[in-house]
C-alpha cells in the first residue's frame, strides 16, 4: 500500500515538473512583483454647454480641434465697428476668423478644445473678377496648417451669412493668385490635419465686355 502511495507521489510530481518546464519554455515566468502600469489615459469630453448671455452679436458654430478631430462649438460672435467694408458677408467672415484666432476659453481648454488658426489672419479685399461668394485672407490659405485651414473651412461653410448654400468654400490669398475651393467633409472633420492645402481651382468670372451703342 505505501509503495502504491509512492508511485502516484512520483507521477504527480512528474506532470508538475513537466508543465513547469512548458511554462518556461514559453517564456512565461511567475511573479509576485505588482507591476505599476501608470493611470488610465484621460478622455476629454469635447462637450461644453452653449454660451449664454446678452453679448451682442450673431449665434454661429465655430469650429474648433478637440481630441484630433473638429468639433462645432456654438458662440455669440461679435462684429467688430468700423470695418472698412459693409458686405455682410465679409463682415461676418472677419467675425469668424477673429472667433477662430481667439484662445478658447477655460471651460472649453478643460473640456480638451484647442485652435491651431493663427492670430492676425484679416479678410483681404475681393479681387476684380472673382467668383461670387470668394473669401480673399490676409494670408494664402496654402501657407496655413492644415488643421488650421479645415477650421476655417468647416466654420466658414457653417455659416449661412458667409456660405450662400451646401458647397464648397472659395478661398483666396491676398496675391493676384486664382482662388481655390475647398469642401467640409466627413473626412475633413474627423481627420483635419490630412486636408489638401490646395484646393480645387476655380476659374476666375470673366468681366462683362461694355454694350456697342447704336
Known sequence: ??????RRG??????????????????????TVPVDVGPAPSRVSCDIPAQQGSAQGFRATVELVCGSQLVGVERVVPIAEKKPTSDPALLAAEALLEALEREPSQEERDAGFTSAVPGGLTVAAARPGDPAGTVRLSK??????????????????GSETV????????????????????ECTDAVRSRP????????LVRSVPSPSPTPSG
Open 163 to 182: 456660405s450662400a448654400g451646401p458647397g464648397p468654400v472659395v478661398l483666396g490669398g491676398p496675391d493676384a493668385d486664382p482662388p481655390r475651393a475647398w
Open 140 to 157: 494664402k490659405p496654402e501657407d496655413l496648417l492644415p488643421v488650421a485651414l479645415a477650421q476655417v473651412v468647416c466654420t466658414l461653410a
Open 193 to 200: 490635419e490630412s486636408v489638401p492645402t490646395l484646393g480645387e
Open 10 to 31: 512520483a507521477a504527480a510530481a512528474a506532470v508538475l515538473w513537466g508543465l513547469a518546464s512548458l511554462t518556461a519554455g514559453c517564456g512565461i515566468r511567475a511573479t
Open 1 to 6: 500500500m505505501a509503495t502504491r502511495t509512492r
